[in-house]
């Protein structure tokens, strides 16, 4: 069992609170990840999803993952779930000091994720309190106009890692 901390690190421009909320039809944040086999250390050629709400047994045990999948090459099969509670939202001053802040924690068994694919769904607070919810970062990158602080928002630069955390 391998516990891994997904941390990000973005330029902020006008906002805070950066974090994955899910799409504004209130559907829950799923993560997209290429995930990397324990067994052979091959990587998927496709994303996988993690979503909270998901959940599938494991075989061969009682329990249950948000993702459990076969490796296409050894067969090997592995499991990785969210773990609730470990993530905080980027703010502003996260963002002046330049640090990676953990978004989002999981449990990995028999596989890891190898790259995060950032998409929609994340949502942000302009200094002013304006709320920005669905925003789309496959890009890397946003921007939009705050109307009552009469000043451009935006996220650049954003970067993330994966750590092996307790």
Known sequence: ???????????????????????????????????????????????????????YPIPKS????????????????????????????????DSEAGKFVPVACFDCRGMEPATFSLRDGWSAEGLSGTKFENIDLTDGEWSEYDERASASVGILNIEHTFDVTK
């Open 1 to 55: 069992m391998v516990l891994l901390m997904l941390k990000i690190k973005a330029d902020l421009e006008n906002l805070t609170n950066l974090n994955p909320t899910g799409g504004s039809d209130g559907s829950e944040f799923t993560f997209y990840f290429k995930v990397k086999c324990g067994g052979c250390g091959s990587i998927s050629e496709k994303d996988s999803t993690v979503t909270a709400s998901e959940q």
């Open 62 to 93: 009682r329990g249950t993952a948000h993702l459990v999948q076969k490796c296409k090459l050894c067969d090997s099969v592995g499991n990785i779930s969210l773990i609730d509670g470990r993530g905080k939202p980027y703010t502003a001053e």
